[in-house]
């Protein structure tokens, strides 16, 4: 979602991302993107809300941060010195609460059917969600990666049929004076969220949830482990000079 205060540049935030444009002049669109950027307290401190319905929170990992309180229009700041620290990377809370993204998140929450090779083990009608809990393991998220695969590798072939040789394929369109964009889309390795700001025709800041730090990340400032390390606890380790289960167990979220 993007606003912007003229709307002859809907074009290219188009093209920069934005699935939605909205104009400070109209369905009040400047009330729902002030809310979108603004830092709000309501009812866990540090959250910034996108409309009624979600919420996206990044916490910092050690109690004082110089991040406390800042919504996506901040900065990002790091301290190498913090005593209770162990990693740099963010710790993104939905509602408040780790959770797991990429292709097993996906395609449980779509749950199509699966393809030949799954039905042949889980029945000819089976879906997704018909794996049951044996889905959120290693081999259960390589198989939701190879079903996604084939999803995408169909849907290619239609795409390739609309594609029109010789026709351009971007929107040109100047770069707006003033602007702010929040893009939210799905990678690979899971959702991705970019936010800028741009001030006199430059991007004045830039900020990025990435898809890997939805799974990677540590402990939150409430001691809540993100995904991967909540996957971690109890994995068998017969070797400790050669972890090898670990190893599968992080690439099965983020090969």
């Known amino acids: 979602m993007t606003r912007v205060n003229d709307k002859s540049n809907s074009d290219y935030l188009r ?16 009330f729902i993107l002030r809310k979108a950027v603004a830092p709000l307290s309501d009812r866990r401190a540090n959250s910034t809300a996108f409309m009624d ?27 190498p010195e913090k005593s209770t620290a162990y990693s740099f ?13 990429g292709p097993l998140a996906r395609v449980w ?26 889905a959120f393991s290693i081999l259960g998220r390589h198989v939701a ?16 049929q609309e594609a029109k040789p010789g026709k351009e394929t971007l929107v040109p369109a100047e770069i707006p004076k003033s602007a702010e964009g929040l893009g939210l889309s799905e990678a690979p390795r899971g959702a991705l969220l970019h936010y800028v700001d741009i001030k006199n025709s430059v991007i004045s800041n830039y900020q990025i949830t990435s898809a890997t730090i939805w799974n990677a990340n540590p402990r939150d400032d409430k001691g809540i ?18 972890p090898v289960n670990v190893g599968r167990l992080i690439r099965s979220f983020d090969p």
């Open 89 to 101: 990377i963010k710790s993104p809370r939905y509602d408040g609460k780790p959770h797991e993204a």
């Open 109 to 134: 929450i779509t749950n199509p059917a699966l393809s030949k090779a799954g039905q042949a083990v889980f029945g000819t009608n089976a879906k997704v969600r018909d794996i049951g809990d044996a």
């Open 53 to 79: 319905d979600l919420e996206i929170t990044e916490f910092p990992i050690y109690p004082g941060s110089t991040l406390l309180n800042k919504s996506l229009n901040g900065k990002t700041l790091t301290d």
């Open 225 to 242: 482990r993100g995904p991967m390390e909540e996957a971690l606890v109890g994995v068998p380790v017969p070797d400790p000079k050669n």
């Open 145 to 160: 990666r190879a079903e996604e695969t084939l999803v995408v590798a169909n849907a290619v072939e239609q795409w390739l």
């Open 15 to 30: 093209y920069a991302g934005a699935n939605r444009v909205k104009s400070p002049k109209s369905m009040l669109g400047s």
